[in-house]
């Protein structure tokens, strides 16, 4: 079995996959501080509710955050019995190397993100995931990463809101029933409801500009259904995207030694 991890800045995401599908998916709060042996615990209850003979043997790590990965690779060295891949290190092939700017860092669930939506629609693509940032990933046609667009993400936004202006309180988000609010709340709701839904086409259009050509668009993070409801941009909406790149990413690693 793999044991695939996506560590995001907000929460990790653990997934077992069995060769064919995914049999479990599970998610946890990100924090640096937690140990492997605290994962284990976590982990090895959640194991057990699944009713299988589920053991993993392989694990591959995508982390946006540096300082959580070696209790992550402690985990799988000590409970699992093995070295776990990490997506952005030297020894993780992808099947197409981004095309960015010589010494620049990209995010790995950026890399991951592009894997997966290359596989599943093709090249000229742009990939917009709304997570603690919202980042466009455009994809060319063969595959490569090459570049996009990091913006705030949505919560971010409103607690920055909250936190500069004494008088407005937290709120959810939630696609406001009226573009026009009537009271402070519905007000905020609708600001960062349609300010994010125009703020996503108006990235598109540019990309879209600067390349010269259509190109399909899917999101994918945790508000991403969210906000499709808002806009016909979206060619698809995919919950489990970077658990399918982290797969098919080891997958490669395997058939490229």
């Given at each position: 079995?793999?044991?695939?991890?996506?560590?995001?800045n907000?929460?990790?995401?653990?997934?077992?996959w069995?060769g064919?599908r995914?049999?479990?998916?599970?998610?946890?709060?990100?924090?640096?501080?937690?140990?492997?042996?605290?994962?284990?615990?976590?982990?090895?209850s959640?194991l057990?509710?699944?009713?299988?003979?589920?053991?993993?043997?392989?694990?591959?790590?995508?982390?946006?955050v540096?300082?959580v990965?070696?209790?992550?690779r402690?985990l799988?060295?000590?409970?699992?019995?093995?070295?776990?891949?990490?997506?952005g290190?030297?020894?993780?092939?992808?099947?197409?190397?981004?095309r960015?700017?010589?010494?620049?860092?990209?995010?790995?669930?950026?890399?991951?993100?592009?894997?997966?939506?290359?596989?599943?629609?093709?090249?000229?693509?742009?990939?917009?995931?709304?997570?603690?940032?919202?980042?466009?990933?455009?994809?060319?046609?063969?595959?490569?990463?090459?570049?996009?667009?990091?913006a705030?993400?949505?919560n971010?936004?409103?607690?920055?809101?909250?936190?500069?202006?004494a008088?407005?309180?937290?709120?959810?988000?939630?696609?406001?029933?009226?573009?026009?609010?009537?009271?402070?709340?519905?007000?905020?709701?609708s600001?960062?409801?349609?300010?994010?839904?125009?703020?996503?086409?108006g990235?598109?259009?540019?990309?879209?500009?600067?390349?010269?050509?259509?190109?399909?668009?899917?999101?994918?993070?945790?508000?991403?259904?969210?906000f499709?409801q808002?806009?016909?941009?979206?060619?698809s909406v995919?919950?489990?995207?970077?658990?399918?790149?982290?797969?098919?990413?080891?997958?490669?690693?395997?058939?490229?030694?």
């Amino acid at each position: 079995m793999l044991l695939a991890i996506d560590c995001g800045n907000t929460n990790t995401v653990f997934s077992i996959w069995d060769g064919a599908r995914f049999i479990a998916t599970w998610r946890i709060a990100t924090d640096h501080k937690r140990t492997a042996d605290e994962y284990f615990v976590w982990l090895s209850s959640l194991l057990a509710l699944t009713r299988t003979e589920a053991r993993v043997t392989e694990a591959i790590i995508s982390s946006t955050v540096p300082r959580v990965v070696f209790n992550l690779r402690v985990l799988c060295d000590r409970y699992f019995g093995c070295r776990p891949l990490v997506v952005g290190k030297p020894d993780c092939r992808l099947p197409v190397a981004p095309r960015v700017d010589q010494g620049t860092t990209v995010g790995p669930d950026r890399l991951v993100n592009t894997v997966a939506g290359f596989d599943r629609h093709g090249g000229d693509l742009i990939i917009v995931d709304f997570g603690t940032a919202t980042t466009f990933d455009v994809v060319d046609r063969d595959g490569a990463y090459i570049g996009g667009v990091i913006a705030p993400g949505v919560n971010l936004s409103l607690q920055a809101l909250h936190m500069a202006a004494a008088a407005l309180p937290h709120v959810d988000v939630a696609r406001p029933a009226k573009a026009i609010g009537t009271n402070t709340v519905a007000c905020m709701q609708s600001g960062v409801y349609w300010g994010y839904v125009g703020l996503v086409e108006g990235i598109v259009r540019e990309v879209r500009r600067e390349r010269g050509r259509q190109m399909n668009v899917i999101a994918t993070g945790g508000l991403a259904s969210l906000f499709a409801q808002g806009t016909e941009l979206f060619s698809s909406v995919e919950d489990d995207l970077t658990m399918h790149g982290l797969v098919l990413i080891h997958a490669f690693n395997k058939d490229h030694p």
